[in-house]
């Protein structure tokens, strides 16, 4: 079967109520039908529920769609995806340990290695992600985890995902791949040689800004790892958001077509304006990796981002002049979205590290949505016309 069909055809088990979409399975514990069942079940002598912090039904079927999604052996959910970044760390990473991470993250990624895992003694060094020499003069003795995301939020800097995999070749090293902006739909990193993937679920794979969640997928060494860390520390995903993260799966693909082709079409349609600085956009000529872009991404993603002449100034005129895109930190859903990286996601940054991430006062991030893209291009070059 195609992975579309498996997308909609996987689901937990039939109960005796013969429903045809999966219930919600709100239950903190399960039963045992007497002490010595439970007994087995506690001991992996014999499969079965326990209590909803180690699995679920709705939950697993979830997990068993990104796995499927991502060609993964296994994976394991979170309530958020900051939890999922911060336990894939926590689970494997010990003091003495060294990371090496790309600089173009998402804020509260950096947050984790230079305050929380730092203060642990797991030491990071950031480089400039597309440059593979960088990240292979950065690698010591100790370096035990490459972390990266391609694109990159808001910069949507690309990395060569194959390059960097052939880094491990001969060393103790895991890759670790945000993979949030692409989605499984538009590049799956582990069969490009990354041995985990992490998602934050509340973008595309809720799809409609409505629940928060997260994912790791990978190879099983790694995750069972990680899953005694995250069963005895608990940031695990509510059965309620597992529910609509699986059912939101169903039309990821679709979803992940329309959202790309409502992005190119903007970015083509806005990029030369003058009022702008640059459009940027992977699958744009004028992007700097488009070739890669087109060679890893099935797709180009929902997200472009705009560098608007005068700053800071011109961005607020301009947000107050948008009639249908909202103004919001999130991105993903099906309705479009403008955020200011560098007074809101990124405003932690220094000055100097925003400005070698390229997060001027004038980038707006535009995360497409699903309207009508005629009125789209109607909105936003009304703006940009008054602004001009
Ligand atoms: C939003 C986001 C995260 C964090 O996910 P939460 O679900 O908000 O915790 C991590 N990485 C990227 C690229 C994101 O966009």
């Known amino acids: 079967m195609q992975k579309q069909t498996k997308a909609i055809r996987i689901q937990a088990e039939r109960s005796q109520n013969r429903e045809h979409s999966v219930p919600l399975y709100l239950t903190s514990s399960f039963t045992f039908d007497d002490a010595e069942q439970g007994r087995a079940i506690f001991a992996d002598e014999m499969a079965g529920n326990i209590y909803s912090r180690y699995m679920n039904p709705n939950v697993d079927e979830f997990v068993e769609k990104m796995n499927m999604l991502e060609n993964a052996e296994d994976g394991i959910a979170f309530s958020t995806g900051m939890a999922a970044i911060f336990a894939s760390m926590a689970g494997l990473l010990k003091a003495g340990d060294h990371v090496v991470a790309s600089n173009a993250l998402f804020g509260s990624c950096i947050q984790i290695l230079t305050k929380i895992t730092a203060k642990w003694g797991i030491e990071c060094t950031f480089v400039p992600g597309a440059d593979i020499n960088a990240w292979k003069a950065a690698i010591k003795p100790n370096t035990k985890f490459l972390f990266c995301e391609s694109p990159s939020n808001p910069g949507l800097e690309l990395i060569d995902l194959k390059e960097l995999a052939a880094l491990k070749e001969g060393r103790d090293l895991i890759l670790a791949v945000d993979n949030c902006f692409a989605t499984p739909i538009l590049q799956t990193p582990l069969d490009l040689g990354a041995d985990l993937v992490i998602h934050s679920a509340t973008k595309y794979i809720d799809g409609q800004g409505r629940v928060l969640g997260g994912v790791i997928c990978g190879k099983k060494v790694y995750i069972d790892e990680?899953?005694?860390?995250?069963?005895?520390?608990?940031?695990?995903?509510?059965?309620?958001?597992?529910?609509?993260?699986?059912?939101?799966?169903?039309?990821?693909?679709?979803?992940?077509?329309?959202?790309?082709?409502?992005?190119?079409?903007?970015?083509?349609?806005?990029?030369?304006?003058?009022?702008?600085?640059?459009?940027?956009?992977?699958?744009?000529?004028?992007?700097?990796?488009?070739?890669?872009?087109?060679?890893?991404?099935?797709?180009?993603?929902?997200?472009?981002?705009?560098?608007?002449?005068?700053?800071?100034?011109?961005?607020?005129?301009?947000?107050?002049?948008?009639?249908?895109?909202?103004?919001?930190?999130?991105?993903?859903?099906?309705?479009?979205?403008?955020?200011?990286?560098?007074?809101?996601?990124?405003?932690?940054?220094?000055?100097?590290?925003?400005?070698?991430?390229?997060?001027?006062?004038?980038?707006?991030?535009?995360?497409?949505?699903?309207?009508?893209?005629?009125d789209l291009k109607a909105d936003f070059l009304q703006a940009l016309n008054q602004i001009n």
């Open 226 to 374: 990680i899953r005694f860390f995250a069963r005895h520390t608990g940031p695990s995903l509510s059965p309620f958001n597992a529910w609509i993260l699986s059912k939101s799966l169903e039309l990821l693909d679709l979803r992940m077509q329309k959202h790309s082709e409502n992005a190119m079409a903007l970015a083509e349609a806005l990029e030369g304006h003058q009022a702008l600085n640059n459009v940027k956009y992977p699958y744009l000529k004028s992007h700097p990796q488009y070739e890669l872009a087109k060679r890893q991404m099935k797709y180009g993603g929902g997200i472009l981002t705009l560098d608007i002449k005068g700053g800071f100034e011109k961005v607020v005129a301009f947000s107050k002049l948008l009639k249908i895109a909202s103004i919001s930190p999130n991105l993903g859903d099906s309705r479009t979205i403008i955020t200011h990286p560098a007074s809101t996601t990124h405003s932690k940054l220094p000055a100097e590290e925003k400005a070698a991430l390229g997060i001027t006062d004038g980038l707006v991030r535009v995360a497409v949505g699903l309207e009508s893209i005629e």
